[in-house]
C-alpha cells in the first residue's frame, strides 16, 4: 500500500514562505504524476498543484505566481514551495499520485491520504 509522509508546515507571517516536502513509499514514483492539495475544516479539498512524471506543471489559480512544485525521483519525494504566503492559505496540505496529471488534480481520484501538513498564515 502507498503511504505518504507530508512536513514542512508550520505558522508563517503574511508574506512568508514555506516549503513543503511529501515522502511517497511503497511506490517508485519516477512513471506517475503528484499532485499538493489542501483542504480547510468545513470545505471540500482543493487541488493546489500538480507535476507530471516528464515534470510539466499544473497550478490552481490561488496559488499561480507563488508556488513551485518539483519532485525528486530519486528520493521519492514531491515539494511544494509557496511564497508570499496569504491568511487564505491556511491549510491542511496533502499529496497524492495518480497515472497522468489530469487525474493527480482532481481531489475526487483518491480513496487514501496521509495525514497532511498544516500550514497557518497568520500575524
Not at 479539498?45 to 506543471?57: D, M
Not at 496569504?86 to 488534480?105: F, M, Q, R
Request: proline share 3%.
Amino acid at each position: 500500500q502507498v503511504q505518504l509522509v507530508e512536513s514542512g508546515g508550520g505558522l508563517v507571517q503574511p508574506g512568508g514562505s514555506r516549503r513543503l516536502s511529501c515522502e511517497i513509499a511503497g511506490r517508485t514514483v519516477s512513471t506517475y504524476a503528484m499532485g499538493w492539495f489542501r483542504q480547510v475544516p468545513g470545505q471540500e479539498r482543493e487541488s493546489v498543484a500538480a507535476i507530471s512524471w516528464a515534470g510539466a506543471t499544473y497550478y490552481s489559480d490561488s496559488v499561480k505566481g507563488r508556488a513551485t512544485v518539483s519532485r525528486d525521483n530519486a528520493k521519492n519525494s514531491v515539494y511544494l514551495q509557496m511564497n508570499n504566503l496569504k491568511p487564505e492559505d491556511t491549510a491542511v496540505y496533502y499529496c497524492n499520485i495518480a497515472g497522468n496529471i489530469a487525474l493527480a488534480k482532481n481531489p475526487q481520484n483518491f480513496d487514501y491520504w496521509g495525514q497532511g501538513t498544516q500550514i497557518t498564515v497568520s500575524s
